[in-house]
């Protein structure tokens, strides 16, 4: 063994061979200092038995709807085994998401979608980057300076990835699931009109995610003015269920939106006893006007939505 070691260390102390090692060993150690995990490199695939048994199926789709408090983080779980993360929760929020992402049996992440710099959207991102192998980060085009904002770009840019700037009307992810078309498509921002809109919450990336004839809209903190944008440019909006915008704010969710959305359900992540009084009575009255079933991380903290295509079924941590 020790003579092997010796001719190893001197084929590798060759001229012109040396220095490639060497710059590879660097690049290395920078991606285990940065603690990132490489894309590729987190052993077996999403779509091994592991997955598989903690519950994900080729033929279901997935939706957590994380109880991380007066903050957003959702896992959507496609059928065949992707994996997309929208929002990590808070600073804080961190280690609570990438642990429950272990027990649902992620292991990679295709799709990570920061919709809008506020720290209780991208607070956790970082974190995340740092224990998953992730393949595509979409994050809005927007100049925001905040101590969790950077530490998340540092982080991408440890990580050796490129954040992209979605655009409406992008398509993520197109594919037959079985028997069934599975989409994932950007609806907003609109980058021709995004640039006149100075609230930040208006740069949120909303994504709608159908499966057969059911389907999911993410509308991260978008307000008024955004349902308006996203009305007048037709965009395919009806959903079963819709993640309700801005934690419940009153600065979302209006009548001719729930109308163009016509949900079934609506899921709001809000914090027991915030201080924003989120969400909004007018909100409420709105939804239970429509005739919409509400649930809430405070009231029902995780739930988890599966459907077949055909029907949605939902499980609360608290009421289940």
């Known amino acids: 063994m020790r003579k092997a070691m010796r001719k190893a260390n001197r084929h590798y102390n060759r001229p012109g061979i040396i220095q490639p090692v060497l710059t590879l060993f660097l690049v290395l150690l920078l991606v285990f200092l940065a603690g990132c995990q490489l894309a590729g490199s987190g052993g077996k695939s999403a779509t091994t038995a592991g997955v598989m048994e903690q519950g994900a199926r080729p033929d279901r789709l997935l939706v957590h709807v994380l109880d991380v408090g007066q903050a957003d983080s959702i896992l959507v779980q496609l059928p065949g085994g992707q994996n997309m993360l ?26 990570l979608i920061g919709t809008h710099p506020h720290e209780d959207h991208i607070g956790g991102l ?17 100049a925001y300076d905040t101590k969790s904002y950077h530490d998340v770009l540092r982080t991408v840019q440890q990580c050796g990835l490129t954040v992209t ?9 197109r594919e037959k699931a079985g028997n069934q078309e599975l989409k994932v498509e950007i609806l907003w921002p609109d980058a021709r009109k995004v640039l006149f809109y100075d609230e930040v919450n208006d740069h949120s990336i909303v994504t709608r995610v159908s499966y057969g004839r059911n389907s999911f809209l993410f509308t991260g903190d978008a307000g008024r003015q955004v349902e308006k944008e996203l009305m007048d440019s037709k965009a395919p909006l009806k959903a079963d269920v819709l993640k309700v915008a801005h934690h419940g704010s009153n600065s979302a969710t209006s009548n001719a939106f729930l109308r163009a959305v016509q949900p079934a359900i609506a899921v709001i992540c809000v914090g027991q006893g915030n201080d924003y009084g989120h969400p909004h009575r007018e909100t409420m009255q709105r939804l239970i006007k429509n005739k919409i079933r509400v649930y809430r991380t405070d009231q029902d903290g995780t739930i988890v939505f599966t459907s077949d295509g055909k029907t949605i079924d939902v499980q609360t941590e608290k009421h289940n």
């Open 165 to 173: 700037n979605p655009a409406a009307g992008q398509v993520l992810l």
């Open 86 to 111: 929208i929002d990590a929760g808070n600073n804080d929020d961190g280690p609570f998401v990438v642990d429950y992402l272990r027990r649902a049996g992620v292991q990679s992440i295709d799709y």
């Open 126 to 142: 970082d974190t995340v980057l740092k224990k998953f192998p992730v393949k595509h980060i979409y994050m809005p085009e927007i």
